[in-house]
């Protein structure tokens, strides 16, 4: 993640309770890990800053079989989480943050053995659609199965991320799927900004919530201080036992 802004700014975080209350979130459609990656497919998960990956899909990489190849595409090294801040140079960021990663995908039980992880070290918090299209298409192959964030999350990196990953999946004939990540924060059961009838649930069971929580925590620069990006209130409503994942 990075500074929060657009819709982020100034909302308050949806209780973690009220999303668990929710009857429609029960009774979203299912998709299975089966359908989201046929086997033979491959997953490339496009992240916009180092921890998205996780926030994102990490029940999803969390559950691959041991050997799975896969794309990791690191939009931004994350630099910009801490605008002006002394002890979080955006020096420091980009080293701690790519480390942080590393050892997150490693609590997720992910073998990177088998991964490529390109770095593209766009500005954080000045993604362009158009940029990340231009080096996306070199990376992505007819028949993969794209990951990204969504193209309203509400925070401009995320939705550059999720438009480019459209339009490069619609060209060369790969799958995508875009997933909600900051938008847990602002919306709320039921919202007519979140386009329901796309969303497809994931399910996932205490042994990958626990993986995906234990990679979170591999955050600490996103963690740290008395205002942290990652607050309390968020976390607990993006370690849900699901994810969703918009057609
Ligand atoms: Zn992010």
Not at 154 to 161: K, L, P, V
Request: aromatic share 4%; net charge neutral.
């Amino acid at each position: 993640m990075s500074q929060t802004q657009n819709l982020i700014a100034g909302s308050r975080c949806t209780p973690a309770s009220v999303w668990r209350g929710s009857a429609q979130l029960e009774r979203l459609p299912r998709i299975s890990r089966e359908q989201l990656l046929p086997p033979g497919r491959r997953l490339v998960v496009v992240a916009p800053h180092p921890d998205d990956e996780v926030l994102a899909c990490g029940g999803l990489l969390a559950g691959l079989p041991v050997g799975a190849e896969g794309l990791l595409v690191s939009v931004t090294d994350g630099e910009g989480s801490h605008p002006g801040s002394p002890r979080w140079t955006p020096e420091r960021l980009r080293r701690t943050r790519e480390e942080e990663s590393r050892s997150a995908l490693a609590r997720l039980g992910l073998d990177l053995a088998g991964w490529e992880w390109p770095r593209l070290r766009l500005p954080d918090s000045g993604v362009s659609a158009a940029q990340l299209v231009d080096r996306l298409r070199e990376l992505i192959r007819p028949g993969d199965r794209l990951v990204s964030t969504w193209r309203h999350d509400g925070h401009r990196d995320h939705e550059q991320a999720g438009l480019a990953c459209a339009q490069v999946a619609a060209e060369c004939g790969a799958r995508h799927f875009e997933t909600p990540v900051w938008a847990w924060h602002w919306a709320l059961p039921g919202d007519p900004r979140i386009p329901w009838a796309r969303a497809r649930r994931l399910d996932l069971d205490d042994d990958l919530v626990e993986r995906k929580r234990a990679a979170i925590q591999a955050h600490a620069s996103q963690l740290d201080g008395p205002k942290p990006v990652l607050g309390a209130g968020l976390l607990e409503t993006l370690l849900q036992p699901f994810e969703v994942y918009l057609l």
